[in-house]
């Protein structure tokens, strides 16, 4: 495809993009209409939203359109996992410059109906507008299928805590970028195009999770959350967590302690929940924790002990 997006113009660019969604069992009606169906078998609908911002959260230089529409969808869809529901559907709200390549939009919405297809949902329908910077919305709906939703308040003295998905390697992929490499490509492209484990979060709720997020910020900064909520402490144990020798050779490059990043590196989405002590847990969860007695501050702590640098990514404190 050649021009701008500008030259396609707004219907033709919705034109192209809605040609590249494929169906999914819950949209029952998809773009073309003023709204969406959905189905909500449920009768109680799970919905969030997040926003990716060009330069602060993704850089052309570094990810590909493609690249950009699988992250933005599984950050969202991660999100509807954490709290024990299926996802069934998004929704795409997007702003380019008219300047723009008329291939870099389609390429994003390949990505995001890939990233959907691989959670079980499909792309219900958006919105394009036309501005000065890339931005690019998605809601996420999902489904609880007759379950509770699994909340960040519901964890207890006794309970276990425990992971699923990677910690960490997203930070240690961006850290590579920064000085200018593509490689180990295993990391970057854990960056650039993260895998959660959309399964583990209704699986955990079938299992009994009493508390549960998905690690977006940090894995001190979202165990925080479930802490705050429950009025609980949490106690990490480091030597439970997985340090890869590939991050472990990172960190020594670039002068980082990889637990760092398996701390406080956000963006892999990795499913963390507490559960009752004794739940026996499928071979993909580790058990990296437990939750102590109800307390003040330090609401987590690492070995027993209060962690004195930053938790975690902070949209309103971070730099750049």
């Known amino acids: 495809m050649k021009g701008t997006v500008g030259e396609l113009g707004e219907f033709g660019l919705i034109r192209e993009l809605t040609s590249r969604i494929t169906s999914a069992p819950a949209v029952r009606l998809g773009p ?156 970057v492209e854990a960056h650039r195009r993260p895998e959660p484990p959309y399964a583990a979060g209704p699986l955990a709720a079938h299992l009994g999770a009493t508390a549960m997020t998905d690690v977006s910020d940090g894995l001190i900064a979202d165990l925080g959350h479930i802490a705050e909520a429950g009025k609980v402490r949490i106690n990490i144990r480091s030597a439970a967590l997985d340090v890869p020798a590939q991050m472990s050779d990172i960190g020594s490059a670039v002068g ?24 026996r847990l499928p071979a993909r969860w580790r058990v990296i924790g437990e939750v102590q007695t109800v307390s003040t501050l330090p609401r987590v702590t690492v070995d027993d002990a209060p962690w004195d640098k930053a938790p975690g990514w902070d949209h309103f404190t971070a730099a750049g």
């Open 256 to 279: 980082v302690d990889p637990l760092h990043w398996v701390l406080t590196g956000g963006e892999d989405h990795a499913i963390v929940a507490t559960f009752p002590a004794g739940t």
């Open 32 to 187: 073309g209409d003023d709204a969406a169906v959905v189905a909500a078998p449920d009768r109680r609908v799970v919905a969030t939203t997040d926003v990716l911002l060009e330069g602060r959260h993704f850089r052309r230089d570094w990810s590909t359109a493609y690249d950009v529409g699988r992250k933005a969808a599984a950050q969202n869809l991660a999100d509807i996992a954490a709290m024990g529901a299926v996802p069934t559907a998004v929704l795409l709200g997007l702003v380019v410059p008219a300047g723009l390549a008329a291939t870099w939009p389609v390429e994003l919405m390949d990505g995001i109906r890939d990233e959907c297809q691989v959670a079980g949902a499909g792309v219900a329908g958006g919105d394009v507008v036309r501005g000065d910077t890339i931005t690019v919305s998605i809601t996420a709906l999902g489904d609880l299928r007759g379950r509770e939703p699994v909340t960040r308040s519901g964890a207890r003295p006794g309970d276990i805590v425990a992971v699923a998905g990677w910690l960490g390697w997203s930070a240690a992929g961006h850290a590579v970028l920064s000085r200018g490499f593509r490689s180990p490509r295993a990391f």
